[in-house]
């Protein structure tokens, strides 16, 4: 049972546009919810994180976005550029320390 | 340096060899973590450790055990290891103040069993 889906193994965008990256959950007991970046031969890499009170925030490029009633959340990349080729690891976790990853959506950036 | 160091960082072993996976930190956090990833799986946790002396299973830790021999140091072992065992292992560490803490991971040691 997935509580933590990424449904897109792979998504691909031009330079300069918006990447959306996706992510839903089935436990309402998540409350907090992350994402990595991960790069080849290198760990994860903790990239922005959203509190269950908030549903939207903000850093720089990145901005994600939490829709409670519909268990989704999304990263949006933007402008989109090069060195964001990476995989793209959604993770939620909850008060009694339980932490899941999804399977991760491999990022490519075109010229 | 690295504030989480995994090594070794590549391993090929045999079927039925005890193997063991090490981890230290200096970033001083309580909470260490072991992770494998497997092609298209993701991460799933193995074990988990908020101290010294206190050990928690993951959702795969069937094969595996752990050791915390300190606050810096995380091991994992595979007492007997198979084939399925092949996998990308990362080793994480978190701040224990709140659990909505981000992790900070090693870079991975690649295991191949053959």
């Known amino acids: 049972d997935q509580q933590v889906k990424q449904n897109s193994p792979s998504l691909s965008v031009q330079e300069g546009r918006i990447s959306i990256l996706n992510c839903d959950y089935t436990?309402?007991?998540?409350?907090?919810f992350l994402w990595y970046k991960k790069y080849p031969a290198e760990g994860p890499t903790f990239l922005i994180s959203?509190?269950?009170?908030?549903d939207k925030n903000e850093d720089g490029r990145f901005t994600v976005f939490l829709n409670k009633s519909a268990k989704h959340l999304s990263l949006h990349i933007v402008p989109s550029q090069p060195g964001d080729s990476a995989v793209y690891f959604c993770?939620?976790?909850?008060?009694?320390?339980?932490?899941?990853f999804g399977k991760g959506t491999r990022l490519h950036i075109l010229p | 340096d690295a504030d989480v160091t995994q090594t070794p960082r590549n391993r090929i072993t045999k079927t039925g060899k005890r193997i063991m996976l090490e981890c230290s930190q200096t970033?001083?956090?309580?909470?260490m973590y072991w992770y494998r990833q497997d092609p298209g799986l993701g991460l799933r946790l193995i074990y988990y450790?908020?101290?010294?002396?206190?050990?928690n299973k993951g959702e795969i830790s069937d094969g595996y055990s752990v050791s915390r021999q300190a606050q810096a140091k995380f091991s994992l072992s595979l007492e007997s290891a198979i084939p399925n065992q092949t996998a990308l292992y990362f080793c994480?560490?978190?701040?224990?103040?709140?659990?909505?803490?981000?992790?900070?991971f090693g870079d991975g040691t690649r295991l191949s069993i053959l």
């Open positions: 994480a560490t978190s701040d224990r103040r709140t659990y909505n803490q981000p992790q900070h």
């Open positions: 436990n309402s007991m998540f409350d907090y």
């Open positions: 959203i509190s269950s009170i908030k």
């Open positions: 993770a939620a976790s909850s008060r009694d320390d339980k932490i899941i």
């Open positions: 970033k001083g956090h309580d909470r």
């Open positions: 450790s908020f101290d010294v002396k206190d050990i």
